[in-house]
C-alpha cells in the first residue's frame, strides 16, 4: 500500500474506535487457480492459526482490514479477491455459462489446496458465506472451525433489493467523491472516513469517471427465466444450501448483524439448530455488513470462539 491509503486506513481505525499499537497493512500476493489470476492479502505472523476470508458480494478482500487490524497479532489472516471481484480476474468469455456458484467452489478449493494449511479455520461472510457453507459441507478435512456472517439458505428479498438498487444507481459516476456521498447516504451508520477508505479498493476509474472493481455481467440463461421460474431455481439452491448446512459438523459461529435486512432472525436460529455444533451470535449496530459496521465488536467475538474451539498445539 501507498503511504496515503496507510494514512486512509489509520483514519478509518481511529473512527471505527479500533485501538491498536500499529496500523500495520498486509501484503499483496497472486496466484493463477482454475484458470485466471487471483489476488489475495497476507497479513503476516504464519505461525499463528490460519484464518482464511472470504469476502461478500461487491466487496473486496480489504473488507476485513478493519477487524483484521485487531485479531492479526493472534491469528495469520489471508483474504481473497474472489472471481471477479477486487483485484482478481474475472470469468473468461467462454465460461460465462457455467454456473458461477460452482466456479466459486472450486475456487476456494483450489486456493485452499494452494495454500496446503493442515489445519485452518474458513471465514465467509454473504456471497463468501455460501462459498464457504459449500466447502465445508465438502471438505471438511482440513477445517478446525467456520465462521459464517450474515448469510443462511433462506435470505430476506428487502436487503436484497436495497443493495441491487444502490449498485444499479451507482455503476458509473462523474467522480470518487460521487460515489463517496452516495455511501454515506446510503450507509448514514458507517463513518465516512471508513467509507472513504474501503472505496479506494473497491472503484476503479474509466473513460466515463468510476465504477466498481466488479463484474456486472449478465450470465447466459438467468435473464430469460420467467418470475416463477426464477422461484423455482432459488427454492432449488435453497434446499441445496440447507443440505449443505446439515453436513458441517465442525464448531461453527453464525454472525448476525442485529440490524441486517439480509438475515432474518428465526432463520439464523433454524440455521444454528440444523448444525452438529453451532452457535449464534447477534453483533450490535451492525447491518449486513456485521463485520464492517462494528469491527470491535466482531473481532472480539471472533476471537473468543476460536479461543475455546481452536485445538492446542
Same mark, same amino acid.
Given at each position: 500500500?501507498?503511504?496515503?491509503?496507510?494514512?486512509?486506513?489509520?483514519?478509518?481505525?481511529?473512527?471505527?474506535?479500533?485501538?491498536?499499537?500499529?496500523?500495520?497493512?498486509?501484503?499483496?500476493?497472486?496466484?493463477?487457480?482454475?484458470?485466471? $489470476?487471483?489476488?489475495?492479502?497476507?497479513?503476516?505472523?504464519?505461525?499463528?492459526?490460519?484464518?482464511?476470508?472470504?469476502?461478500?458480494?461487491?466487496?473486496?478482500?480489504?473488507?476485513?482490514?478493519?477487524?483484521?487490524?485487531?485479531?492479526?497479532?493472534?491469528?495469520?489472516?489471508?483474504?481473497?479477491?474472489?472471481?471477479?471481484?477486487?483485484?482478481?480476474?474475472?470469468?473468461?468469455?467462454?465460461?460465462?455459462?457455467?454456473?458461477?456458484?460452482?466456479?466459486?467452489?472450486?475456487?476456494?478449493?483450489?486456493f485452499i489446496e494452494y495454500l496446503?494449511?493442515?489445519?485452518?479455520?474458513?471465514?465467509?461472510?454473504?456471497?463468501?458465506?455460501?462459498?464457504?457453507?459449500?466447502?465445508?459441507?465438502?471438505?471438511?478435512?482440513?477445517?478446525?472451525?467456520?465462521?459464517?456472517?450474515?448469510?443462511a439458505p433462506e435470505t430476506m428479498?428487502?436487503?436484497?433489493?436495497?443493495?441491487?438498487?444502490?449498485?444499479?444507481?451507482?455503476?458509473?459516476?462523474?467522480?470518487?467523491?460521487?460515489?463517496? $456521498?452516495?455511501?454515506?447516504?446510503?450507509?448514514?451508520?458507517?463513518?465516512?472516513?471508513?467509507?472513504?477508505?474501503?472505496?479506494?479498493?473497491?472503484?476503479?476509474?474509466?473513460?466515463?469517471?468510476?465504477?466498481?472493481?466488479?463484474?456486472?455481467?449478465?450470465?447466459?440463461?438467468?435473464?430469460?427465466?420467467?418470475?416463477?421460474?426464477?422461484?423455482?431455481?432459488?427454492?432449488?439452491?435453497?434446499?441445496?444450501?440447507?443440505?449443505?448446512?446439515?453436513?458441517?459438523?465442525?464448531?461453527?459461529?453464525?454472525?448476525?448483524?442485529?440490524?441486517?435486512?439480509?438475515?432474518?432472525?428465526?432463520?439464523?436460529?433454524?440455521?444454528?439448530?440444523?448444525?452438529?455444533?453451532?452457535?449464534?451470535?447477534?453483533?450490535?449496530?451492525?447491518?449486513?455488513?456485521?463485520?464492517?459496521?462494528?469491527?470491535?465488536?466482531?473481532?472480539?467475538?471472533?476471537?473468543?470462539?476460536?479461543t475455546e474451539v481452536l485445538p492446542?498445539?
Amino acid at each position: 500500500m501507498t503511504m496515503d491509503q496507510t494514512e486512509l486506513m489509520a483514519a478509518a481505525a481511529r473512527a471505527q474506535n479500533i485501538a491498536v499499537p500499529a496500523v500495520v497493512a498486509p501484503t499483496d500476493h497472486w496466484v493463477k487457480l482454475n484458470g485466471i $489470476n487471483f489476488h489475495y492479502l497476507d497479513w503476516g505472523n504464519e505461525h499463528l492459526p490460519h484464518v482464511v476470508l472470504l469476502h461478500g458480494g461487491s466487496l473486496t478482500a480489504h473488507t476485513w482490514d478493519m477487524a483484521a487490524l485487531l485479531l492479526r497479532d493472534r491469528y495469520h489472516l489471508v483474504c481473497l479477491d474472489q472471481r471477479g471481484h477486487g483485484d482478481t480476474d474475472w470469468t473468461p468469455d467462454d465460461r460465462l455459462s457455467e454456473d458461477n456458484n460452482d466456479l466459486m467452489l472450486e475456487d476456494t478449493r483450489q486456493f485452499i489446496e494452494y495454500l496446503n494449511y493442515d489445519h485452518m479455520t474458513l471465514v465467509g461472510m454473504s456471497m463468501g458465506g455460501m462459498n464457504t457453507i459449500r466447502y465445508a459441507a465438502r471438505h471438511p478435512e482440513r477445517l478446525d472451525a467456520v465462521g459464517i456472517v450474515d448469510i443462511a439458505p433462506e435470505t430476506m428479498r428487502e436487503g436484497q433489493l436495497e443493495m441491487e438498487a444502490f449498485r444499479s444507481a451507482t455503476e458509473t459516476l462523474n467522480t470518487f467523491d460521487d460515489f463517496l $456521498n452516495r455511501a454515506i447516504q446510503f450507509m448514514p451508520h458507517r463513518p465516512p472516513d471508513h467509507l472513504r477508505y474501503s472505496l479506494t479498493h473497491s472503484l476503479k476509474p474509466t473513460a466515463d469517471g468510476w465504477t466498481w472493481k466488479q463484474d456486472h455481467r449478465p450470465r447466459p440463461g438467468m435473464q430469460d427465466l420467467t418470475e416463477e421460474q426464477r422461484k423455482e431455481e432459488n427454492a432449488r439452491r435453497a434446499d441445496e444450501l440447507w443440505a449443505d448446512i446439515r453436513a458441517i459438523h465442525q464448531p461453527t459461529i453464525l454472525f448476525k448483524g442485529a440490524d441486517s435486512k439480509i438475515l432474518a432472525q428465526d432463520v439464523a436460529e433454524r440455521t444454528v439448530a440444523a448444525m452438529t455444533n453451532a452457535r449464534l451470535v447477534v453483533i450490535p449496530r451492525a447491518t449486513h455488513n456485521v463485520h464492517s459496521d462494528n469491527p470491535v465488536d466482531f473481532a472480539r467475538e471472533l476471537d473468543a470462539f476460536l479461543t475455546e474451539v481452536l485445538p492446542k498445539r
